[in-house]
């Protein structure tokens, strides 16, 4: 029997429009909406990369696509978009102004918020009803207080990410064609996706120890390498300095989408990003992630609850306890992330995740 929460929900519209890392984490929550009542309807509006974790999703009925780049042009068909849709009850995740559009286009009579202290660009004056103020939290845990807030008691974290019967054809093809999974069909290498750049430079790690550390994954843990990640020619230019830099034989996988990405990540043993989205597909997907932090906090964006064995946090200070409140960038960081400090985390994640033997001495 579905909970009675504190307001009408049978039409939800959830506003969390980006990155993916968000995405993954805002699941958690229309999981336990659909979880409560399976006969509940949840429309989310999300910007176009990250909606392809929507589509299609167990728990999301519609998915509409605000394509924001496209400025009021492209307002303007959201507004068209939803103007003919009821809704009880809208949820926006969202802290910036980017997400009063689809708040007000929603036109549910309950509009809930981060509160105002949380939020950036007035975006508090447009709920009907923010959440009570608390101090800063892990992402996840902010998002779990809009259901704690409409009285549900079934919080429990997951998301759910699922691949498509004709996915999961792709992706047995894909990894056969490079000796079979590990582990599978007589694979007999382990593979570890890299994704070297995130969206923004100042997450990113140095070029130079990328190709070091590629060069190990090959010759001293026997890894097969795919390389990841966006279709930027920023990208691209990162990925390819790496590969020059490094002697590496990676299977180039850059500007793959992301669908392809969900099960290429699915199917390996291991990534290795810095702050990126690819980091939370991976822990959503139970695959374990050597995250790279020095700029951001990880343990307000790190991957949920787990892998923190494997994390490379440069961000925390010795003299400091880890503290999900610090939201502020710490610039000049990323630098002090050495490879040796990632080849112990690789050591580690062999040692307590992936079934292999250590080769490097």
Known sequence: MATELRFAADRVCVVLLSGVGDVV???????????????????????PTPSWLLRPHPAVD????????????????????????????????????????????SDAPVRVGIDRARARDVVWLFSTHPLPPRPWQHT?????????????????????????DEERRAQAEFFERWGGRWGERGGDRPVVAVVPASANPAKDWIAERWAE???ALESDFGFRVL????????????????????????????????????????????????D???????????VPVIGLYGHSNPWRVGPYRKFQ???????????EEPDPGR??????????????????????????????PVRRT
């Open 25 to 47: 984490h805002g699941l958690a929550v229309v999981n336990a909406l659909k979880r409560d009542d399976p006969r509940r309807h949840i429309t989310w509006v999300v910007e």
């Open 62 to 105: 519609e998915a509409i696509v605000f394509e924001r780049a496209r400025g009021w042009r492209g307002v303007h068909d959201l507004w068209r978009a939803m103007r003919d849709r009821r809704f009880d009850l809208t949820l926006n995740l969202n802290i910036y102004f980017k997400s009063v559009f689809p708040t007000v286009f």
């Open 140 to 164: 996840q845990d902010i998002f779990l207080e809009f259901l704690q807030f409409l009285g549900l008691q079934d919080v429990a974290v997951e998301w759910r990410l699922t691949l498509t």
């Open 213 to 215: 550390l590629l060069a």
């Open 227 to 274: 390389l990841l990640g966006g279709p930027s020619p920023r990208d691209s230019r990162i990925a390819q300095t790496i590969v020059d830099r490094s002697g590496a034989h990676p299977v180039w996988e850059l500007g793959c989408g992301i669908r392809r990405l969900l099960w290429l990540i699915a199917g390996s043993q291991l990534v290795i990003a810095p």
């Open 276 to 286: 990126t989205g690819p980091v939370h597909i991976a822990r959503a997907l139970e």
């Open 309 to 319: 064995d494997l994390w490379v946090d440069r961000y925390t200070d010795e003299d």
């Open 327 to 356: 939201v502020h960038w710490r610039g000049g960081r990323m630098e002090r992330i050495t490879v040796r400090d990632v080849l112990d985390r690789v050591e580690c994640a062999v040692k307590q995740y992936i079934i292999f």
